[in-house]
């Protein structure tokens, strides 16, 4: 896999805004998508993820959408065979020239200066279930929750004293829940709605003060129903919606440390615990819709591009658009 890699310019990217956008950077994407397996598409149309290789003309070399490795360094072969097979002249030929502008892409709205968390999200304590024969055993995901400086800065208690509490601005308790607290662990999954949230209440306490650095513990509950008909097995059920109820309800401690005089947190670990249960079109559920213990690590994200990827929710922010 490596060797075969290495014939290859590796990029990655959200899919959601390239398989719906239209700026220059989508329109290409989904001009080589639609020449790969999703090819002619029409009913249901509403995906492209996957593994492509194209030529920079955007010619499809090969494309498959799977987690098994075999099968995508296979791919890569068929790809490097058709690349070696193309005219000279194809080889040579570019896409369309640069666009006049940058893409309008929500990573321009980073909060360098704010509060960047890496959220990951694995099943637990499922041991002795079936889930434990395959990739779901091991199934987890990652996502980037964003606050800016002033957001960040309203969940420390404004009093400098050990002791001080401070409950987080609903708001942004409420959006932790709806575009955070999801059950993504297997797959794409939607936020719940402003009114499916029923709890969400976490507090932030002053434990220590040494000088301008505060060491602060979290603690709070959440929970979110959402009821109503949708489909739970992706497309074979897209026809013929039942009714479904999807809930997630959690416990959250953590801790963090916060410098008063750089207005930023220095450390920051909060851990959510409880249940899951019902499933999405997208989330890999559809045989696994019953409750469920489920967790979330919330942690300061790096400073490498990679953790510069927008929150896979962030149209539901509430932020003005890029």
């Not at 956008?21 to 029409?42: K, M, N, P, S, V």
């Not at 072969?77 to 040579?92: H, I």
């Not at 968390?117 to 990739?135: N, P, Q, Y």
């Amino acid at each position: 896999m490596i060797a075969l890699a290495a014939r290859f310019v590796p990029a990655a990217d959200e899919v959601g805004r390239l398989q719906r956008g239209e700026d220059e950077e989508c329109r290409l994407f989904q001009r080589i998508a639609e020449q790969g397996h999703y090819a002619g598409r029409t009913e249901p149309s509403d995906t492209r993820q996957g593994i492509y290789a194209a030529a920079p003309s955007g010619v499809l070399l090969a494309s498959i959408n799977t987690r098994d490795a075999g099968a995508v360094a296979e791919m890569l072969r068929r790809a490097w065979e058709r690349w070696e097979a193309l005219p000279a002249a194809e080889r040579e030929r570019a896409t369309d020239a640069a666009p006049a502008a940058a893409p309008r892409r929500w990573e321009a709205r980073f909060p360098g200066d704010g509060l960047v968390l890496r959220v990951v999200a694995r099943d637990v304590g499922r041991a002795g279930t079936v889930e434990t024969e395959d990739w779901r055993a091991r199934a987890w995901n990652q996502d980037f929750a964003w606050f800016t400086r002033a957001e960040a800065e309203t969940l420390v208690p404004a009093e400098p004293v050990a002791g001080a509490e401070h409950a987080w601005p609903d708001e942004l308790a409420r959006r932790l829940v709806r575009c955070h607290l999801v059950d993504d662990v297997r797959g794409q999954v939607p936020a719940f709605r402003r009114e499916e949230v029923e709890q969400a209440a976490l507090v932030t306490r002053v434990v220590a003060v040494e000088g301008e650095r505060l060491e602060l513990a979290f603690a709070g509950t959440t929970r979110a129903a959402a009821r109503g008909r949708w489909p739970v097995e992706g497309f074979a059920d897209r026809a013929e919606p039942k009714a479904q109820e999807r809930s997630l309800a959690t416990e959250l401690v953590g801790r963090a440390t916060f410098d008063r005089a750089a207005r930023r947190f220095t450390r920051f670990e909060l851990v959510a615990v409880g249940t899951r249960a019902g499933g999405t079109q997208f989330n890999g559920r559809g045989d696994d819709l019953a409750p469920a213990p489920i967790g979330f690590a919330l942690t300061l994200a790096g400073a490498t591009p990679a953790e510069r990827v927008a929150p896979a929710l962030i149209w539901e922010y509430g932020w003005p658009p890029p």
